[in-house]
């Protein structure tokens, strides 16, 4: 049987001894000074009996290590899968060893759970402290004026928000043709030197359009639960003969709330659409780059339909491309998003002022002390349990409402539910009395209006 060593390990010193990875396999061990120099000399296909006679090294000494060096990914047989893999690599490959170190080490990786994570985080803040998550000018700096002031595309902007919830089954095809086309539409053609390029609706590095999107539907409306390909050249989906159709999250590192996401979108580099132009590794980050561009105009345009589009970088490589029948080295699945219509939590909302500033400037003080309001969630003891519910329900919905009126830019009716959302907040928290002597009952009522009338007497000096 022939053998060689792998041609993708990469060595890196230590006190006497020296770890090794082979990134294609992503398998990391520990070997002696002597075990680098069998490798290195074992470069070209030989048998065991071959490299006994030419390097000095008894049978029965390459008998005890050959069986581990296989089992690590050192030593390659020929016509392996392996060997094979490091012909796929050599001949595709040209951003060079450090680059792919990179790439192949961090696929497949096991993942956190939440819990783990924040576990995670709080030891480390135990002996660590967080480095600063916001850089301030020093006194005198110069104040710029208010952004979101009468501007709908950062009004926009600001309302969008990662919720891992589902409030309804499905989302509707428009909804996804939107988030599709904003991502990867293809708005007309430019060109260069050799020909035509597509001009999409995100930069490009090169306009070498290096990503295809992928589509898991489970619950849009119109359409089969599936997989499917999006074309962004014809606006098209097309389905994608899968053996099965997997849970969301055995693509996503096992994250268990994208199961009840109606919809998830998957973006995949074809990354030798990038290479062909540039042998400059560096065009490696530029693909990564891409990625997020395409992923906020996702986003944005599932915020402007009432959607939440939740990004993640967890993924499971290897199913995500059994899956869609990816077979190149070079095809990379990159990122994903869920798509979901998202239940409503008054207590996590944002800023009911943010989307309003042609009402209240600077936006930040529509509402005073609306930050503190988003971090007191003890109800007001003085209330019942059934005013507590009440208030609880008139938040939710006035904050629902909000977003309506927002989206159909609205901005009087935005601003005075805004109020009546920071209202119920405020009561709710025992901020504000339950009620006003001069305000109670409904204004628009006749009896109501009428002791209004009478209360409204002439003020004397």
């Known amino acids: 049987m022939k053998m060689r060593s792998s041609k993708t390990l990469v060595f890196y010193p230590g006190p006497n001894k020296v770890t090794a990875c082979n990134f294609l396999t992503r398998s990391v061990f520990e070997c002696s000074p002597e075990m680098v120099g069998l490798l290195a000399s074992w470069d070209k296909w030989a048998s065991t009996t071959d490299i006994a006679r030419a390097h000095g090294w008894s049978k029965s000494e390459l008998k005890a290590v050959v069986p581990q060096l296989l089992d690590f990914s050192a030593l390659v047989t020929a016509g392996s899968p392996l060997a094979e893999q490091e012909e796929q690599f050599s001949g595709q490959w040209s951003w060079g ?9 961090v696929q ?19 002996h660590t402290p967080q480095p600063d998550l916001l850089l301030k000018n020093s006194a005198g700096a110069i104040q710029l004026p ?41 708005i007309g053609e430019t060109a260069n030197c050799v020909g035509a390029l597509p001009l999409g609706m995100t930069p490009s590095g090169g306009a070498r359009n290096p990503y295809e999107a992928y589509v898991v539907a489970l619950g849009v409306d119109g359409l089969e639960p599936g997989v499917y390909h999006y074309s962004a050249a014809d606006h098209d989906l097309g389905r994608i003969s899968a053996n099965h159709l997997p849970k969301i999250s055995e693509l996503v590192g096992g994250q268990e709330w994208a199961d009840s996401m109606p919809c998830l979108i998957l973006l995949c580099a074809r990354l030798d659409r990038t290479m062909w132009k540039y042998e400059d590794a ?20 599932a915020t402007n339909h009432g959607l939440s589009a939740c990004p993640t970088a967890a993924l499971n490589h290897s199913a995500i491309k059994r899956l869609l029948g990816l077979d190149s080295l070079t095809d990379a699945p990159i990122y994903a998003l869920t798509l979901s219509t998202p239940e409503r939590d008054p207590s996590t909302r944002a800023n009911p002022s943010i989307s309003r500033p042609t009402m209240c400037s600077p936006a930040s003080n529509a509402f005073p002390g609306y930050n503190q309001r988003q971090e007191q969630h003890v109800p007001n003891q003085s209330l019942r349990q059934s005013e507590i519910d009440s208030l609880q329900y008139i938040s939710s919905m006035t904050n629902e409402l909000v977003q309506m009126a927002e989206a159909s830019r609205f901005p009087m009716i935005s601003y005075l539910l805004g109020m009546a959302y920071a209202e119920a907040f405020d009561v709710l928290r025992g901020a504000r009395p339950a009620r ?24 004397r000096a």
């Open 282 to 301: 560096n065009a490696y980050r530029v693909v990564l780059i891409e990625a997020g561009h395409i992923g906020q105009n996702i986003m944005l345009a």
């Open 97 to 105: 060893l450090p680059t792919a170190l990179m790439h192949f080490c």
């Open 146 to 186: 208010n952004a979101l002031e009468d501007n709908e595309l950062l009004s926009l902007m600001a309302r969008r928000r990662t919720n891992r919830t589902a409030a309804r089954p499905t989302i509707t095809a428009k909804q996804l043709s939107d988030c599709l086309f904003a991502g990867l539409g293809i």
């Open 436 to 459: 006003h002597a001069q305000l109670s009952g409904n204004p628009l009522h006749p009896k109501a209006q009428a002791k209004d009338n009478r209360a409204a007497q002439p003020r």
């Open 108 to 126: 497949d990786s096991e993942y956190m759970t939440i819990e783990q994570a924040e576990e995670r985080q709080i030891e480390r803040a135990g």
